[in-house]
């Protein structure tokens, strides 16, 4: 079977070769990947995590289909690989936070992932996608939509709060706005790409053009360094700011007093759960969520996906096995 390997970092260095199955449990028929900055970052050596094995396969937002029986998933099923490693014995995952597993990592960084055409992955990691959900749908909840609705339900929102989502053009916003609507929460956006209009928002404001008295209860934050400061800004008292993203740099000069003084709170946030990822699935089920497509590669054309990643891009980059 045939995979794109990183032999060493850097695109140029990416090879579609014939590889030997990895990894443990159900085997699985990649049919479709989404690309995404985790992905991109990592190809190109700039992950804040420990890559492995190396030589590596990435891609950590897949979905396949089922070849084996197994417990609670069946051969021919559609399913959604969680991509996170987790031994279901720490605290953390005893607790429903498998995503923080003290011995565990991200599937397809600490192990390798699903650019290649067949992988085994852990019966408990693959969640089957209802008949009602999508194959963009579906290949676009494990990382961007989890990770904006974990973000939602880690700043405590509650209906009628006002909610601003820098970056929402971004695969996050996008998934974010749509579900913080949904929850009844009143959404705001920050983007200078006129996509991000029509998911949801009461108004999308350019970064350059929110207005200075302009504040919000929550913030989401995925852009990192360049916009932190600006985000403590528009943070109403007693608000929360999620942070879950270094796009534009991870460290930041912030003003210590603004967020003492008004008891503005800074939420770290990663990933999501597997209740959580079930949770979207019913949403899904109740509400339409809308998922852009900026373009839709073979698996083979796998590196010129992840250099349109790397172009300006208006919605998703699936590419179909």
């Keep these: 079977m045939k995979g794109f390997v990183i032999e060493k ?3 140029e260095n990416l090879t579609f070769r014939d590889v030997e199955e990895s990894g443990e449990g159900i085997r699985l028929k990649i049919t479709m990947a989404a690309i995404n900055p985790l992905d991109f970052n990592l190809v ?3 992950v804040v995590y420990g890559v492995a094995p190396m030589p590596h396969i990435a891609g950590s937002e897949v979905i396949g289909e089922v070849m084996d029986d197994g417990v609670s998933v069946r051969k021919g099923q559609r399913v959604i690989v969680y991509n996170r490693i987790f031994d279901s014995t720490c605290g953390m995952c005893i607790s429903g936070n498998e995503h923080l597993c003290v011995h565990g990592g991200i599937w397809g960084v600490g192990t390798n992932g699903g650019f290649q055409e067949y992988v085994r992955v852990p019966e408990k990691n693959l969640i089957r996608i209802p008949d009602h959900v999508t194959d963009v749908q579906a290949v676009s909840i494990p990382i961007a ?4 609705y974990h973000a939602i339900k880690r700043s405590n929102a509650h209906v009628g709060e006002k909610i601003l989502f820098y970056g929402a053009a971004g695969n996050t916003g996008v998934l974010g706005m749509q579900i ?3 929850m009844g929460l009143d959404v705001y956006g920050v983007s200078n790409n006129e996509m991000a209009k029509g998911y949801g928002a009461v108004k999308i404001f350019r970064r350059d053009e929110i207005p200075e008295d302009f504040t919000s209860d929550i913030i989401i934050n995925p852009m990192g360094s360049e916009v932190f400061q600006d985000s403590l ?6 608000g929360r700011l999620v942070t879950f993203g270094i796009l534009t740099g991870r460290n930041s000069e912030i003003d210590i007093a603004n967020i003492y003084t008004s008891e503005k709170s800074i939420i770290g946030s990663t990933g999501g759960t597997r209740q959580e990822l079930e949770e979207l699935l019913e949403i ?3 509400h339409q969520i809308r998922v852009p497509v900026d373009s839709t590669f073979r698996f083979e054309e796998l590196v010129t996906a992840l ?3 790397a172009d300006k891009h208006s919605g998703r980059i699936i590419v179909k096995y």
């Design 9 to 11: 970092f850097g695109l």
């Design 284 to 286: 899904m089920r109740n």
């Design 145 to 148: 939509a989890l990770t904006a």
């Design 180 to 182: 913080a609507n949904i």
């Design 307 to 309: 250099k349109r990643h």
């Design 233 to 238: 800004n528009h943070l109403s008292r007693g």
């Design 44 to 46: 190109n050596g700039k």
